[in-house]
């Protein structure tokens, strides 16, 4: 692709999905971009930007969905599974022991591991959980991802990384060479679609908030509001987790590191004051609908 | 360095688990059928095997009874890798003592994965984009 073409991309993905792509991820628009150019018809991604400028808005719309998919497999990272065990649960047993009722928010759910691996958790955790009730909200920009998700339908290769084999033996339900997630706990999981550029304040409060390798997308002042407007949803007692390579600090006040436990968060001790979307681009069409 | 037995009748199997294996630094001995596999076994117990389930001469669920009966056969961490993807075979080869399993095709990835699961390997730490 031309440096032209590059730099439409870069405006349109930054415009629409806060993704902020630096001068040398050509590779990445290619290795997701290309396929998609196929499926339309068109021989490169040149083709593929012309027909973006003049041709139907939902190419545009296919084009930041086919970006901003990322791959995910079950208990990625393992260590915030360890966190979620360890210290979140335990700790929020506790504390919520009155109310019985815990909420967790997948701010980048994807195609659903995330949120399963967390429903696996608790279900492992049964008897403790008896009478208690644990909402699992899982939210993305990308529609197609979700509709994945809801389903629980993996193959074979996504099914082997990351999930033990006796969870996968307990909790799935073979069909020829795919797995599905059981009833249960598809059960366990709610699904929304979600811009996180857009206001998401009427999703409530949370006690535990997943927002794993989605910020590292966005610039600075992006992620700094995004944590803002987090730090108004948690529980003052709540929990963030962020991906392994992210980090806080430096960005925001609205949470504080909790030591030794790579990855998790608290909210601050200073709340903010209510924090307003951050701007995006007025003449940009928009895209997903944040819905109530 | 740990030493992984590779125990497959398939020459190509052995090759290509060879190469991923060797990749995440383990000594790699390979067998073609469960009885060859004893005998590797009886010499000196290796702390990992990758095994695969149909074989002649002594298929992989027989190994893996042979070896859990044997002194010292506790320790090696054993994955199947096999074609059979059903679950009452999966079902079948933890109650036997696998620690792990891989239903075939596998890649670097899976391989990886099921050998951070037992313990062979320590995590990698995940890269930043």
Known sequence: ?292 | MKTCLVVDDSSVVRKIARRIIEEMNFHVIEAEDGEKALEVCKRAMPEAVLLDWNMPVMDGYEFLGNLRRMPGGDVPRVVFCTTENGTDHISRALSAGANEYIMKPFDKDIVAAKFQEVGLVEAALPETI
């Open chain 1, 1 to 292: 692709m031309t440096p032209p073409d590059y730099e439409y991309l870069r405006k349109l993905l930054k415009d629409h999905s806060g993704l902020d792509l630096s001068a040398d991820k050509q590779y990445l628009i290619e290795s997701r971009l290309l396929p998609l150019a196929r499926k339309a018809g068109l021989p490169g991604i040149v083709e593929l930007v012309q027909k973006m400028k003049t041709g139907p808005s939902n190419l545009i719309a296919q084009v930041v969905e086919a970006m901003t998919t990322n791959e995910t497999f079950f208990f990625r990272d393992k260590i915030p599974f360890d966190h979620f065990r360890e210290k979140i649960m335990p700790e929020l047993l506790q504390a919520r022991a009155n109310r019985k009722s815990i909420r967790i928010w997948c701010a980048a759910g994807s195609t659903g591991q995330e949120p399963y691996s967390l429903a696996m958790c608790l279900k492992e955790m049964s008897g403790a959980l008896n009478g208690w009730r644990i909402e699992i909200l899982a939210t993305d920009l990308s529609q197609e991802v979700l509709e994945k998700s809801k389903s629980g339908i993996y193959s074979q290769f996504e099914v082997q990384r990351g999930l033990p084999i006796q969870l996968l033996v307990k909790y799935f339900k073979q069909t020829g060479e795919l797995w599905q997630v059981s009833a249960d706990i598809r059960a366990m999981v709610q699904h929304r679609q979600l811009n996180l550029l857009h206001d998401f304040s009427q999703l409530g409060t949370f006690d535990v908030i997943f927002c794993r390798n989605v910020l590292i997308y966005f610039d600075q002042e992006t992620k700094t509001n995004i944590f803002g407007r987090l730090g108004r949803m948690i529980e003052a007692d709540g929990f963030l987790v962020l991906g392994a390579a992210e980090t806080v600090v430096g960005l925001t006040e609205a949470f504080k590191p909790v030591p030794d436990r790579r990855g998790l968060y608290r909210p601050g001790d200073v709340r903010l004051a209510p924090a307003k979307p951050a701007s995006v681009a007025a003449a940009a069409p928009r895209l997903a609908v944040a819905s109530g």
